[in-house]
């Protein structure tokens, strides 16, 4: 079955370190990879994607992401973190299998605490 | 530019009675439209997605129906809620025949059933 794993339940970190929020995947075919994020009681906001081309995504926020083909991962990553970046963190895949519906396979989620 | 609305915020609702909630997508033309489902402040489910008016694709069995009366309107609907509904359920949409688009989600409606 096609999933994705986020090893980590909970990523602490203090402001201004960098901070490290691991995804890995297992799809079949070239999959579209995304991040999202999820502050409490909300929708969650979109943050990057990967389609094709350059391994390293930038996007909102200062966040960018780090595509690895042969260990099937999409880690996303900030240099320096904020305390406003605590929330929950969502990676999700799109499967070349569902085409242009645009599901999405999501992970369980992992929750960054950033410490002052 | 595009929003997406989707209403009640809270709901609370006695085992067996009705549900219906609303989404509403603004500034766009044919989206696919999603209500996915998330437990326990976790991972979330797909439930439904459609890619056209009358157009319903369902991924889990369930006590849930959706419809999609109008090219912008999704709607979540049960006819006897159980304890098991309750959830966060957010409604999405996407580019239409867009592959590798991103999804764009609604607040959320926080329903407790009782």
């Known amino acids: 079955a096609q999933s994705v794993a986020q090893p980590e339940d909970q990523v602490n970190v203090a402001e201004g370190n960098p901070l490290t929020v691991k995804c890995t995947y297992s799809v079949s075919g070239n999959p579209y990879l995304f991040w999202y994020v999820q502050y409490p009681n909300r929708g969650l906001q979109f943050l990057l994607k990967y389609i094709t081309g350059d391994n390293l995504v930038k996007g909102s926020y200062g966040f960018e992401a780090e595509f690895n083909k042969s260990q099937t991962s999409f880690h996303l990553k900030k240099p320096s973190a904020l305390v406003s970046d605590s929330a929950l963190y969502f990676c999700a895949v799109s499967p070349p299998s569902y085409s242009n519906t645009g599901k999405l396979i999501f992970g369980q989620g992992t929750t960054l605490q950033v410490k002052p | 530019s595009q929003t997406i609305h989707q209403w009640p915020a809270t709901l609370v609702q006695p085992v067996g009675s009705p549900l219906s909630l609303e989404c509403t997508v603004e500034?766009?033309?044919?989206?696919?439209l999603y209500w996915y489902r998330q437990a326990a402040g976790r991972g979330l489910q797909l439930l439904f997605y459609s890619v056209g008016i009358g157009q319903i694709s369902s991924e889990v069995p369930q006590n849930l129906s959706a419809s999609r009366p109008q090219d912008r309107q999704f709607i979540l609907s049960s006819k006897k809620l159980l304890l098991s509904d309750s959830g966060f359920y957010l409604c999405?949409?996407?580019?239409?025949?867009?592959?590798?688009?991103?999804?764009?989600f609604g607040q959320g409606t926080r329903l407790t059933v009782v």
């Open positions: 500034g766009t033309s044919n989206p696919n």
């Open positions: 999405a949409w996407s580019r239409l025949m867009t592959s590798g688009t991103e999804a764009f």
